[in-house]
């Protein structure tokens, strides 16, 4: 048993230690613990950039039901998060299969997969803002010119505005996803597909009955990593759109950045909403927590049930 | 068919369906790249692939008179620092956290687990601002880098796995020769940390030469300050922004080369640090 003593001794003997955390420690209290705790303690209040300071307990949380931006936004965010996953997995996989046969070239193929996770977000949703210019991009000079379409796309429309979005995620996102599936593949042992092989499967049913089984518990991991990352993202979407036309992108990290800071040329509030953004922040990061674990629920009974 | 053709076949639509996707995800970079040395009505007709005659003085205005040269710079000295504060703090935790027993221990463990799987995403930024301006850094780039550096818990728990998979003896002995928990870190263990040290500083280079969100937010009122991120995609708010196309390309071509450059001499890094990176427990 411990005696406060004993406690008090071993603290003393490694102090050196607590020495070497220290500034990891300053760190995950001022950029991690501190922020946080400023939200769970400004959401109960009415806080703006006029200087109002006021507690208010939760009647933040009563304005956010009603909010319809914010349930737009929420809209948005599920649309965005489960259209890139659909999108980026299956095409991942795919890429990871491909390459992870033995063919000459294939390391170039996964190098060039995968550089687009390099390069700035917000860079490269400037450069794609180009390409899929309605009057002189790149992606409708193209498609007319194949005969595919008769008049140029607006690509940045209240029908399209989303698809585009999600385009450029996947451009950036497939090549990351495709490096998890690969390691998972290289960890199916050989000896199985050859044993198969001698009972006769094919290229088809070996991918069947054995590949995707096997790769059950590692597209479980991708798909929890795609579906945060998915919540998370917002940076694209704001320099790509601005979260418009009328609000059409607008997922709950951006609204909540427009709460929270001006913004360049898509306008933001005029008074800076500090309390209600945290409310939103809180609530942001409670449904997206709640998904998460209901998702893990649900993998893993799937993943006991087969 | 014959197993011969069918194998050619095979392979032929292997490699042309490869190519297809390897063109789409090079194109936007190469767009980038190449419009940077096409006038301006090149790029805004569209249409051609590379430039009638390159026009490399866009790279020497957007250097000189868009003011990428201080932006390079500051770029430059925010991944310095944030990388090599990232690399001390993040190996010093891990080495704590993996191989010493002390009171409170789990607690802070936990504490950076956590960091790893709750997101605030922007709102963050709101009281870290406030903070700066409470300290009087707001002027300066010194709060995008600490924040850049942030918590790390993912690189701590990637050096930690890297650690657990050195021989304790190595600690054990240098223990007996008398070595403070300090000099077994710095002298025994630091050295053998150099590859996993490598993929964290990869990483964490990659993650401020690319910050555009905290940059543009703390260089609001402080063009001068700008990193290359804001600087670019300021050239699309500009005034003067539609007629600009080959400048904002030029900027943008700026801001990729380096990291493409550094991609092309470490891709194994960076591809093996995300798969290690990722199985979590």
Known sequence: MKTKSGLWNSILENRVIYLMLLPGLFFLVVFALYPISWIMKNMFYHYTSYGDYDFIGLQN????????????????????????????????FLLAYVLNTKFRGRMIFRTVFFMPTIISVSVMSMVFYLIFNPYNGTV????????????????????????????????????????????????????????????????????????????????????????????????????????????KTEVLYLYIYRLLFPMGDAGGATVLQYGYGSAVSFATAVLVGVITIFYLRWSKRMSETY | MDPKAKKFTKKTVLYVTLAICAVVTIYPVFYALVGGLK???EMLAGGTLLPKEPQFQNYKTVWEKANFAQYTMNSLFMCFFSTLGAVIISALTAYCLERRKFPGRKVIYSLYMATMFIALG???????????????????????????????????????????????????????????????????????????????????????????????????????????????????????????WHLMMAGAAISILPMLLIYCICNKYFMTGVVDGSVKG
């Open chain 1, 61 to 92: 949380f009563a304005k956010l039901v009603t909010d319809s931006m914010f349930w737009n936004a929420v809209l948005n965010t599920v649309i965005y998060a489960i259209g890139k996953m659909v999108l980026t997995i299956p095409i991942a």
């Open chain 2, 122 to 244: 922007s709102v963050t930024l709101r009281p870290l601002y406030l903070l700066a301006v409470k300290v009087n850094l707001h002027n300066t780039l010194w709060p995008v880098i600490l924040i850049n550096i942030g918590a790390q818990g993912t690189n701590i728990f990637l050096i930690t796995k890297f650690i657990s998979g050195l021989p304790k003896e190595l600690d054990e002995a240098a223990m007996l020769d008398g070595c403070g928990p300090f000099r077994i870190f710095w002298n025994v263990l630091l050295p053998l940390l150099k590859p996993i040290m490598a993929v964290v500083a990869l990483f964490q280079f990659r993650h401020t030469w690319n910050d555009y969100i905290t940059s543009s937010v703390f260089t609001m009122t402080q063009p001068q300050l700008r990193p290359l991120t804001v600087g670019v995609v300021q050239l699309k708010y500009g005034a003067s922004a539609a007629a600009e």
């Open chain 2, 39 to 41: 006038t301006n009505m």
């Open chain 1, 140 to 247: 409708n000079q193209m498609l007319m010119q194949l005969g595919l379409i008769a008049r140029p796309i607006n690509w940045f429309d209240g029908k399209m505005s989303m698809t585009t979005v999600l385009l450029v995620a996947i451009w950036g996102a497939v090549g990351n996803y495709m490096i998890y599936f690969l390691s998972g593949l290289q960890t199916i042992p050989r000896d199985v597909y050859e044993s198969a092989e001698i009972d006769g499967a094919t290229g088809w049913a070996k991918l069947r009955y054995i590949t995707i089984p096997m790769m059950a518990p590692i597209t479980q991991m991708v798909v929890m990593l795609a579906l945060t990352q998915a919540f998370k993202d917002y940076e694209n979407i704001l320099v790509l759109t601005g979260g418009g036309p009328n609000g």
